[in-house]
């Protein structure tokens, strides 16, 4: 089949997932809460970033939605898709969200952290998110919506949707690149450091867990993990990038975020 035909058929694909997602009955997932600030967007960059017409970029807070390919990458799959039913999202509202701002603010690109509105009280996050079209992330302090944004990732990792469809989830051993990632694998060692604690899983990823992250976990919850199977999300580094490596050490490090990012499979 030639490249035009290729094209042709990827977005029949895509324009056939987009009706199945639009015609899904909406569930309640984090409820809008009081006090909004009322934006009006001026264009959707990606599948969690806006831009405002007051200039500020906004992130979405709760989830990391596929990347769009920029600079000669390739996009990810679904990354295209995300971004449109952001837009559409937000022209069901009139062009207009509202946002409540993070307790952290800012990213370290300088945009805004927010939790995002449509005027039905749907949070735009938890709506992708319930539609497969991102991973729940969390990053303390901007963690409030933990929980309901975690129900609305399930509701569609059970039912298949979108990214669920063929399971992200990969193994530790078989990482090859850095960037964020859902990985398994059974715990190997566990070291303390005057930082954290450091989990050895599959013997190839190391999640760095901060000692401000620890009193998150239930009593001896840590201690356990050893020999047991985990899921754990975050920002995967590539340690080779920057050598020199110590003896020992491991390539791909996983920095926790927060507790909410690793979690014990029950197997």
């Known amino acids: 089949m030639g490249l035009p035909a290729l094209l042709k058929k990827a977005s029949l ?9 639009w015609h899904l009955p909406a569930q309640a997932f984090c409820p809008v809460p009081s006090g909004l600030t009322t934006v009006k967007v001026q264009h959707v960059v990606d599948g969690d970033t806006l831009r405002l017409v007051d200039g500020r970029s906004v992130r979405l807070i709760g989830i990391n939605a596929p990347e769009i390919g920029r600079r000669g990458k390739r ?29 952290e603010s800012r990213d370290r690109y300088g945009r805004t952290l927010a939790q995002v509105y449509g ?4 949070n735009l996050s938890a709506r992708l ?3 497969g079209l991102g991973l729940r992330v969390a990053i303390a302090p901007n963690t ?5 944004q975690r129900q609305a990732e399930q509701a569609a990792r059970t039912a298949g949707r979108g990214i669920w469809r063929d399971s992200p989830v990969q193994r530790a051993g078989a990482l090859r690149r850095s960037g964020f990632a859902l990985v398994s694998g059974k715990v190997s060692d566990i070291q303390r450091n005057r930082h954290g604690i450091r989990i050895e899983v599959d013997n190839s990823l190391v999640v760095q867990v901060p000692a401000k992250l620890l009193r ?17 999300r975050g920002w995967v580094l590539d340690r080779s990038r920057k050598p020199p490596m110590k003896p020992g050490d491991k390539r791909w490090l996983l920095p926790l975020t927060d507790a909410s990012m690793l979690e014990r499979l029950n197997r």
């Open 75 to 103: 996009s990810e799959p679904l990354a295209e898709t995300a971004r449109r039913r952001l837009l559409a999202l937000v022209k069901d509202n009139g062009g207009r969200v509202g946002l409540r701002t993070g307790r």
């Open 119 to 122: 005027r039905s009280g749907d």
């Open 129 to 131: 998110l319930a539609e």
């Open 13 to 21: 694909v895509g324009a056939f997932f987009m009706a199945v997602i």
């Open 144 to 148: 409030r919506l933990v929980a309901c």
């Open 216 to 232: 998150a976990f239930p009593s001896s919850f840590i201690s356990s993990l050893k020999g047991q199977p985990i899921e754990v």
